[in-house]
Nanobody
Framework: EAQLVESGGGLVQAGGSLRLSCVVS????????IAWFRQLPGKAREGVSC????????YYGDSVKGRFTISADNAKNTVFLQMNNLKPEDTALYYC????????????????????WGQGTQVTVSS
């Protein structure tokens, strides 16, 4: 089973930026997809963005388009989420997750497709 470790969360004022990192190890697959989800207590997980190791295709949730950018350093098995123009409603616990098969297209937001999850990193945006 793959292991994922997130980092980069913190407290930032509205309009500020943060860069999250997710390091993946132990995956049995080469063509996996990595996604970022976020979650507030008592709420369902929300798909933020994903990137395919297979072909580099990326997807974004509607609420973050134009503000967040996902990228990958395949040599280091690391995925980044650059978050700009942060808003208080972006406050959440952010998780990265791996889908060992990938290629889900627009179904990438279905969290049951993901095999392994990190522990999460907290992002708090103050107004």
């Amino acid at each position: 089973e793959a292991q994922l470790v997130e980092s980069g969360g913190g407290l930032v004022q509205a309009g500020g930026s943060l860069r999250l990192s997710c390091v993946v190890s132990g995956s049995r697959y080469d063509d996996y997809t990595i996604a970022w989800f976020r979650q507030l207590p008592g709420k369902a997980r929300e798909g933020v963005s994903c990137i395919s190791r297979r072909d580099g295709s990326v997807y974004y949730g509607d609420s973050v388009k134009g503000r967040f950018t996902i990228s990958a350093d395949n040599a280091k098995n690391t995925v980044f989420l650059q978050m700009n123009n942060l808003k208080p409603e972006d406050t959440a616990l952010y998780y990265c997750a791996v889908d060992g098969l990938g290629g889900r297209g627009t179904f990438w937001t279905k969290d049951f497709l993901y095999d392994s999850w990190g522990q999460g990193t907290q992002v708090t945006v103050s107004s």
